[in-house]
Nanobody, 129 residues
Framework: QVQLVESGGGLVQTGSSLRLSCSAFGRNFGNYAMGWFRQAPGKERVFVAAISFSWTAGSTYYADAMKGRFTISRDNAKNTIYLQMNSLKPEDTAVYYC????????????????????WGKGTLVTVSS
């Protein structure tokens, strides 16, 4: 069992940067690929980014809309992953969720439908215009 706790959300202005954290509590953190999803008000949850297992070279996936602005990383010593978000826009406003999964297949992460085992409760990011 793994518990995921997100933090770092808040209210920021357009163009600002924010770093989200997701701390994992439980066993075998390194055995999970980790990632972020977000859900804007009135919309479905969508994939943001993912990073592979601890023993790999830190391979990453990004949704096309986030490439170049968002960076995912993991600190295995702290059982934590991060999402650095730069040049934030009002359309980035959403609840951001952390996920842990046994899959490293892109389609699993892109859809969020399979291979993802644990979810956090989310942290709200609001970007004002």
């Amino acid at each position: 069992q793994v518990q995921l706790v997100e933090s770092g959300g808040g209210l920021v202005q357009t163009g600002s940067s924010l770093r989200l954290s997701c701390s994992a509590f439980g066993r075998n953190f390194g055995n999970y690929a980790m990632g972020w999803f977000r859900q804007a008000p009135g919309k479905e949850r969508v994939f943001v980014a993912a990073i592979s297992f601890s023993w790999t070279a830190g391979s990453t996936y990004y949704a096309d809309a986030m490439k170049g602005r968002f960076t995912i990383s993991r600190d295995n010593a702290k059982n934590t992953i991060y999402l650095q978000m730069n040049s934030l826009k009002p359309e980035d406003t959403a609840v951001y969720y952390c996920a842990a999964g046994h899959s490293w297949i892109y389609s699993d992460w892109a859809t969020g439908d399979y291979g993802l085992d644990y979810w956090g409760k989310g942290t709200l990011v609001t970007v004002s215009s």
